[in-house]
């Protein structure tokens, strides 16, 4: 089993930026994936950028080129550095391990951005 915390969540304004962390509970080296998710109001939760174990990275088209994964073994945590903010990015972000064949999720963290 593992544990997530986020942080960093908040209020900026659009075209600026943020950086999401998240923290677990133990080594995350073995975990296949770790990701970051998002629900907005009235809509379902959605991939925003996920990396696995050997480095490979997946993006939402929507947020390609703002928007960068990282993720430290060492420190067992995973950022995702979020340049270029808009208003449609607001939303709860949740911090996902994909340890097959478990899932695990952290309680997530609000991202608002205003126009």
């Known amino acids: 089993q593992v544990q997530l915390v986020e942080s960093g969540g908040g209020l900026v304004q659009a075209g600026g930026s943020l950086r999401l962390s998240c923290a677990a509970s133990r080594s995350i080296f073995s975990i296949y994936a770790m990701g970051w998710y998002r629900q907005a109001p009235g809509k379902q939760r959605e991939l925003v950028a996920s990396i696995t174990s050997g480095g490979r990275t997946n993006y939402a088209d929507s947020v390609k080129v703002r928007f960068t994964i990282s993720r430290d073994n060492t420190k067992n945590t995973v950022d995702l550095q979020m340049n270029s903010l808009k208003p449609e990015d607001t939303a709860v972000y949740y911090c996902?391990?994909?340890?097959?064949?478990?899932?695990?999720w952290g309680q997530g963290t609000q991202v608002t951005v205003s126009s």
């Open positions: 996902n391990a994909r340890d097959i064949p478990y899932t695990y």
